[in-house]
C-alpha cells in the first residue's frame, strides 16, 4: 500500500529537518539527499521510478527548503547525523543513500561515519576534497551573497549547472523556472552554512574505508566534479562503479533523467 507523509523532526542541536516519504509501505528504504541551494524536488525526476519498489524518504537539508537553517557554518558530521536522526525517528535500520552534489557528499559522511547504516551509496557530482581553487570558489560566493542577496549568485549558478545548449532550449523552461525557484528561495544562513562546509571537504584519504558498493555518477560536462575526479575517487574506493551522464553538466539528474536513471537502475535494483 502506497503511503504520503510530510514532517519534520527536530534534531539534537534544535534544528527542524522537514521530509517526506513515498512509496509502498514495507519495500525497502532509500534516502535522497539534496544539493547546496536545491530542496528535496530536485529529486523530482526519479521519483515514479523509485517509488515503484522504493520507500523514498526526502527531506531538506538544514538551510534549504522547509528545514530551517540554524547556525552557521555547517559541518558534515551535523549533516550526517541528520539522516540517521531522519532514519531513527522513522526506523529505518538501513537504506541505500542517493545524494548529488552537497548530497552526495553527505552520503560519503554516513557512509563513513555509520557504515552501517548504509547498504548502497549512489555519490552523484560530487567530490571528496577541497583544493585551494575549489576554496576560492566559497570565499567568492560567500562575499557575494552578503554584499547583495542570494539571487545575485541565481545566473551564474545556473550556468555551471547546466550545458549551455540545456539552459537555451524553450523546452526546458520550465524545469529552468522550477530549479531557479529553488536557488531563490534558499536562506543566506543555508548557503553560507553550507559554503562554509564545502570549504572543510576532506574524505579523499578516507574513501579506502567505505565498506558499502558504491556508485559515482557525474555529469559528462560538470566542472565542479570533473569526470576524472570522480574516476579517481572511485579507483581509490573499494567495491565502487562509475558512470558518466552524457550531455550533462552539474545537475546530471535533472538536465538528462532518462539517461540518469540508466546510470543508476543495475546498481540499485530498480
Not at 510530510?6 to 509501505?25: C, F, H, K, L, M
Not at 584519504?205 to 555529469?219: E, H, Q, R
Request: with cysteine; proline share 5%.
Amino acid at each position: 500500500m502506497d503511503r504520503q507523509i510530510n514532517s519534520q523532526i527536530t534534531t539534537a542541536d534544535g534544528v527542524r529537518i522537514s521530509y517526506n516519504v513515498e512509496g509502498p509501505e514495507g519495500a525497502p528504504w532509500i534516502v535522497l539527499s539534496n544539493s547546496l541551494a536545491t530542496d528535496r524536488h530536485v529529486w523530482d525526476p526519479q521519483i515514479a521510478a523509485l517509488t515503484a519498489t522504493r520507500q523514498v524518504l526526502r527531506y531538506d537539508s538544514r538551510g534549504h527548503g522547509l528545514s530551517d537553517a540554524g547556525t552557521s557554518p555547517y559541518n558534515f558530521d551535523q549533516l550526517a547525523d541528520d539522516v540517521i536522526a531522519l532514519m531513527d525517528h522513522l526506523d529505518v535500520k538501513i537504506a541505500d543513500f542517493m545524494g548529488i552534489s552537497l548530497g552526495g557528499m553527505t552520503g560519503l559522511a554516513v557512509a563513513l561515519k555509520h557504515p552501517t547504516r548504509i547498504q548502497r551509496l549512489v555519490c552523484c557530482d560530487a567530490r571528496a576534497d577541497a583544493p585551494d581553487a575549489y576554496k576560492n570558489i566559497w570565499d567568492v560566493n560567500i562575499a557575494r551573497l552578503q554584499a547583495s542577496k542570494l539571487e545575485a549568485l541565481c545566473a551564474p549558478t545556473m550556468e555551471r549547472w547546466f550545458t549551455p545548449a540545456f539552459l537555451v532550449s524553450d523546452q526546458n523552461a520550465e524545469v529552468l523556472s522550477a530549479v531557479r525557484s529553488m536557488i531563490n528561495a534558499t536562506s543566506a544562513t543555508g548557503y553560507e552554512g553550507v559554503g562554509r562546509c564545502l570549504q572543510s571537504l576532506d574524505f579523499l584519504g578516507d574513501l579506502p574505508k567505505i565498506s558499502c558498493p558504491t556508485l559515482y555518477v557525474t555529469g559528462e560536462f560538470d566542472l565542479a566534479a570533473p569526470v576524472a575526479v570522480m574516476q579517481n575517487m572511485t579507483e581509490i574506493t573499494p567495491n565502487a562503479k562509475f558512470e558518466v551522464v552524457k550531455s550533462a553538466a552539474h545537475l546530471s539528474n535533472i538536465e538528462q533523467p532518462d539517461r540518469f536513471l540508466n546510470a543508476i537502475k543495475d546498481f540499485l535494483a530498480l
